[in-house]
């Protein structure tokens, strides 16, 4: 294979450095503005999830039926590649936590979804997730409902410890809100028997019961691809983003068309295409003017040429010439 398609054009645009300061002056939206998208009212903007004023901005008196958030985990991880990964004192955390939760809780139905990705540093008490779900608690009007964990095809740790692969979805509700079952099936075909019980005096095992031919996912995910750089949905220059699969699962089982999904922290982008293939309204921001630039880019790369990233490409082709990236990721 041709070693150049190994390799991605763009570094993580999370680190300060040369790099974002060439892309910043591409970016069409600063601090504390917002972009609607004259086709299908989505909203981008770059606000601070803490800020109520922020948030009511983006909202403008409308309600949300799904919240889908993907914060910052506060965990450092992996080599010394990746261990520059911010991470703050954890009391600094959880006020910054309480008032962007605070935000969106203010701003759902009366029924309603709410699903937070969160991390666990082992090294650190596991946290911020022991103590996140404790600050939960405080928001009365979300019930839990699940601790979903999806597994990554990578992970770290695996010289001294078990392999680090899983990722953590908090599920909670406000209210008794629609649940889509028929959009939680996977692509796994069942094929283990024997599990018999008695249905209205028929004895059946659990392929009979079933109403899929297919598995249900449940609340631990193996049949979602981790993004990487081969994929035509990585978006170069975004660590860590969540695969389009398990954000279109989230939205198709816990929203209907037409309704409102809001992400306060847009990274790639990947919740507004999902919405957009779905038919659901994103609101979505960013406190980085260069992720809202990238989320915007990718819902009109997506329209204009029917792809869901950038893959071997470079979101901001501007910069073509300039970016030379020799490492193989």
């Known amino acids: 294979?041709?070693?150049?398609?190994?390799?991605?054009?763009?570094?993580?645009?999370?680190?300060?450095?040369?790099?974002?300061?060439?892309?910043?002056?591409?970016?069409?939206?600063q601090k504390g503005e917002i972009w609607e998208d004259p086709v299908n009212g989505h909203r981008v903007g770059v606000l601070d999830a803490s800020d109520t004023d922020h948030i009511n901005k983006l909202m403008n008196g409308e309600?949300?039926?799904l919240a889908l958030n993907d914060p910052?985990?506060?965990?450092?991880v992996g080599s010394e590649n990746t261990a520059n990964l911010s991470k703050i004192d954890i009391k600094e955390y959880l006020r910054f936590s309480k008032d962007w939760i605070g935000n969106v809780v203010d701003n759902l139905n009366e029924k309603?979804?709410?699903?937070?990705w969160i991390g666990a540093d082992?090294?650190?008490?596991?946290?911020?997730?022991?103590?996140?779900?404790?600050?939960?608690?405080?928001?009365?009007?979300?019930t839990p409902r699940n601790l979903i964990t999806m597994r990554n095809q990578r992970g770290y740790g695996t010289q001294k410890n078990w392999m680090w692969v899983r990722q953590e979805l908090l599920y909670y509700t406000k209210g008794s809100p629609e649940f889509n079952i028929e959009a939680v099936y996977t692509d796994i075909p069942k094929i283990l028997k024997g599990y018999y019980k008695k249905v209205n005096g028929e004895l059946?095992?659990?392929?009979?019961?079933?109403?899929?031919?297919n598995i249900r996912a449940g609340n631990v995910w193996v049949d979602?691809?981790?993004?990487?750089?081969?994929?035509?949905?990585?978006?170069?220059?975004?660590?860590?983003?969540?695969?389009?699969?398990?954000?279109?699962?989230?939205?198709?089982?816990?929203?209907?068309?037409?309704?409102?999904?809001?992400?306060?922290?847009?990274?790639?982008?990947?919740?507004?295409?999902?919405?957009?293939?779905?038919?659901?309204?994103?609101?979505?921001?960013?406190?980085?003017?260069?992720?809202?630039?990238?989320?915007?880019?990718?819902?009109e790369r997506l329209r204009e040429e029917g792809k869901t990233g950038w893959q071997?490409?470079?979101?901001?082709p501007e910069l073509d010439e300039e970016i030379i990236q020799e490492k193989v990721v």
């Not at 910052?72 to 450092?76: I, S």
């Not at 059946?204 to 031919?213: A, C, L, Q, T, V």
């Not at 071997?312 to 901001?316: A, D, I, K, Q, V």
Request: charged letters at 30%; proline letters at 5%; hydrophobic letters at 40%.
């Open 63 to 65: 309600k949300i039926d």
């Open 1 to 29: 294979m041709n070693r150049m398609k190994t390799v991605e054009k763009l570094t993580r645009l999370d680190i300060q450095g040369e790099l974002r300061e060439k892309i910043l002056p591409l970016c069409r939206l």
């Open 224 to 299: 979602i691809q981790q993004v990487f750089y081969r994929m035509e949905e990585n978006v170069p220059g975004c660590y860590a983003q969540k695969p389009l699969k398990a954000i279109a699962r989230i939205i198709e089982s816990s929203s209907n068309e037409n309704e409102i999904v809001l992400d306060l922290f847009s990274h790639s982008g990947t919740t507004l295409i999902a919405g957009e293939q779905l038919k659901r309204k994103v609101f979505t921001a960013d406190s980085d003017p260069i992720f809202a630039e990238i989320t915007i880019r990718r819902l």
């Open 112 to 116: 309603a979804h709410f699903y937070l």
């Open 312 to 316: 071997w490409n470079n979101p901001f």
């Open 72 to 76: 910052p985990y506060n965990v450092a």
């Open 204 to 213: 059946k095992e659990n392929i009979e019961r079933g109403k899929s031919d």
């Open 122 to 142: 082992y090294k650190d008490n596991f946290q911020p997730l022991p103590d996140l779900m404790i600050l939960l608690r405080n928001f009365t009007e979300l």
